[in-house]
């Protein structure tokens, strides 16, 4: 059965980086598209952007454009994402979420931004 | 940037029909999808391209859309059926993808 299994939470500073890791299963990982969507505490949805597993070129949301960057590693079925400059606005839950039209998640990792 | 709007809330009675709307500029050109988040739960797919629904998703969920606006309809809606739902698609280009502001659904 597809599995998305994000890694764990983590604290940051403002400023600091966070890399989270999304590792699937269950299916051929490079058929598929990755998206990466948050949601911060008590809020909506969020898309931040798309990676194509098969080839890694990635589309980004306008507004994360300067700070993120998306990646795969086909040897272990795993994409990540790379938020950098933290600000303590992007204290959300991060989803992993497979194919151009979500149909699985990940479970979501929790990244509190905080001084 | 693109974006999709939902009314904020919408508050049925059980048994009754919810009908929830998202407005898009490029909605008569790309296809809009439905999400529904329980508390505490990621979101599930009820409704895509539209007006399709997704194996297991019970009947009583359904979409339509027509120019500038997608609605998704829940005849019948029952309390279990209480969640935030979020409207997806893209603009006419095919990105960036974007979530409609959402919608919390009250069944009481």
């Known amino acids: 059965q597809v599995q998305l299994v994000q890694s764990g939470a983590e604290v940051k500073k403002p400023g600091a980086s966070v890399k989270i890791s999304c590792k699937a299963s269950g299916y051929t990982f490079s058929r598929y598209y990755m998206h990466w969507v948050r949601q911060a505490p008590g809020q909506g949805l969020e898309w931040m952007g798309i990676i194509n597993a098969n080839g890694g070129s990635t589309k980004y949301a306008q507004k994360f454009q300067d700070r993120v960057i998306m990646t795969r590693d086909t040897s272990t079925s795993t994409v990540y994402l790379e938020l950098n400059s933290l600000r303590s606005e992007d204290t959300a839950v991060y989803y992993c979420?497979?194919?151009?039209?979500?149909?699985?998640w990940g479970q979501g990792t929790l990244v509190t931004v905080s001084s | 940037s693109y974006e999709l709007t939902q009314p904020p809330s919408v508050s049925v009675s059980p048994g009754q029909t919810a009908r929830i709307t998202c407005s898009g500029d490029a909605l008569p050109k790309t296809y809009a999808y439905w999400y529904q988040q329980k508390s505490g739960q990621v979101p599930v797919l009820v409704i895509y391209e539209d007006t399709k629904r997704p194996s297991g998703i019970p009947e009583r969920f359904s979409g339509a859309s027509s120019g500038t606006v997608a609605t998704l309809s829940i005849s019948g809606a029952q309390v279990e059926d209480e969640a935030d739902f979020y409207c997806?698609?893209?603009?006419?280009?095919?990105?960036?993808?974007?979530f409609g502001t959402g919608t919390k659904l009250t069944v009481l």
């Open positions: 979420a497979r194919d151009k039209v979500p149909d699985y």
């Open positions: 997806f698609s893209t603009d006419s280009s095919g990105t960036p993808y974007v």
